[in-house]
Nanobody, 127 residues
Framework: QVQLVESGGGLVQAGDSLRLSCAAS????????MGWVRQAPGKEREFVAA????????YYADSVKGRFTISRDNAKNTAFLQMNSLKPEDTAVYSC????????????????????WGQGTQVTVSS
């Protein structure tokens, strides 16, 4: 089992930045590719960003490309999502997810690929 705990959400104004963290425990963090998804009220879950276990490969949804950066620190068992130039449409619950991966360069860009999920952290962007 992998336990994932997100933190760093909050209420910010449009144009501000936030950094989300996802702390992992239970298994060897560097064996897992990581992803971030978000879900706004009344909307479908949206896959936001993904990163391979090595950190070498990343993926971003078009809606966040150029504004969000996914990263990880395997020594600290933590993944991050740096969110800049936030917009009101970024308001959602953000959750991190983990998938066991043999490949150092593989990321996974669909929610159904992931094995473990965190509870999520609320991000609210006011206009």
């Amino acid at each position: 089992q992998v336990q994932l705990v997100e933190s760093g959400g909050g209420l910010v104004q449009a144009g501000d930045s936030l950094r989300l963290s996802c702390a992992a425990s239970g298994r060897t963090f560097s064996d897992y590719a990581m992803g971030w998804v978000r879900q706004a009220p009344g909307k479908e879950r949206e896959f936001v960003a993904a990163i391979s276990w090595s950190g070498r490969s990343t993926y971003y949804a078009d809606s966040v490309k150029g504004r969000f950066t996914i990263s990880r620190d395997n020594a600290k068992n933590t993944a991050f999502l740096q969110m800049n130039s936030l917009k009101p449409e970024d308001t959602a619950v953000y959750s991190c997810a983990a998938k066991f991966s043999y490949s150092s360069g593989s990321y996974y860009s669909t929610s159904s690929s992931y094995d473990y999920w965190g509870q999520g952290t609320q991000v609210t962007v006011s206009s």
